[in-house]
């Protein structure tokens, strides 16, 4: 099946600083992806969807200004947190879906990226 | 809106004992269904999914789900559980056509003991 990375993996970082996160396509060109935010125990939550050369559709109640998402390829969308928070400590998950005729057209996820704020 | 309600927060079995995850979901049309795993500090692997034709899907690993429209359904099974079953388990509904987004529910952490 296709696969989807995230880069780090992990992350540790101060309150206030900007910590970015890659989700990447790694064999097949994705136009929509995905990021989703997951609490300890709980479900994942759809932050925003990332369309390739335009805007992020963030969900209500996510605030664009804070998670800025950039899809300026065919297989790469990053996910910026800024100024961030010990409340923005979560794992945060990306998902893309493969284009119709490219293989099954369906949505794989990435392995998540751990972020922690101290 | 589209919603999954998946009632049993945290299932324990024995290996070798068949398993039942429970799954409802609500969705104004046809909707398009799944099934996925995900272990501990792990992204997510589609187990099954139903998009129409036969109500009985096979998945991975050994896994089945039935599509019951009448009841809003979509209950996972596996006949016998293995130790390396043990993880979380969610639903998910999304609907046809396009890049729709999917809800998923609450998850179900499934504890196999020996």
């Known amino acids: 099946g296709a696969v989807v990375s995230q880069h780090p993996s992990r992350v540790i970082c101060k309150s206030g600083t900007s910590v970015k996160i890659e989700c990447r396509s790694l064999?097949?060109?994705?136009?929509?992806m995905f990021w989703y935010r997951q609490f300890p125990k709980q479900s994942l939550m759809l932050m925003a969807t990332s369309n390739e050369g335009s805007k992020a559709t963030y969900e209500q109640g996510v605030e664009k200004d804070k998670f800025l998402i950039n899809h300026a390829s065919l297989t790469l969308s990053t996910l910026t947190v800024t100024s961030a928070h010990p409340e923005d400590s979560s794992f945060y998950i990306c998902?893309?879906?493969?284009?119709?005729?490219?293989?099954?057209?369906?949505?794989?996820f990435g392995p998540g990226t751990r972020l922690t704020v101290t | 809106a589209q919603s999954v309600t998946q009632p049993d927060i945290h299932i324990t079995v024995s290996e070798g004992a068949s398993l039942e995850l429970r799954c409802n979901y609500s969705y104004g049309a046809t909707p398009y269904l799944f099934w996925y795993v995900q272990s501990p500090g792990q992204g997510l692997q589609l187990l099954l999914k139903?998009?129409?034709?036969?109500?009985l899907v096979q998945g991975i690993k050994g896994f089945e789900a039935e599509f019951k429209r009448s009841q809003s359904s979509f209950n996972l099974r596996k006949p016998s559980v293995h130790w390396s079953d043990a993880a979380e388990y969610f639903c998910?509904?999304?609907?046809?056509?396009?890049?729709?987004?999917?809800?998923f529910g609450t998850g179900t952490k499934l504890q196999v003991i020996p």
């Open positions: 998902s893309a879906y493969t284009i119709p005729g490219q293989g099954d057209y369906e949505q794989y």
């Open positions: 064999d097949f060109q994705a136009t929509t």
């Open positions: 998910a509904v999304g609907g046809s056509g396009g890049y729709q987004k999917v809800t």
């Open positions: 139903y998009f129409s034709g036969d109500t």
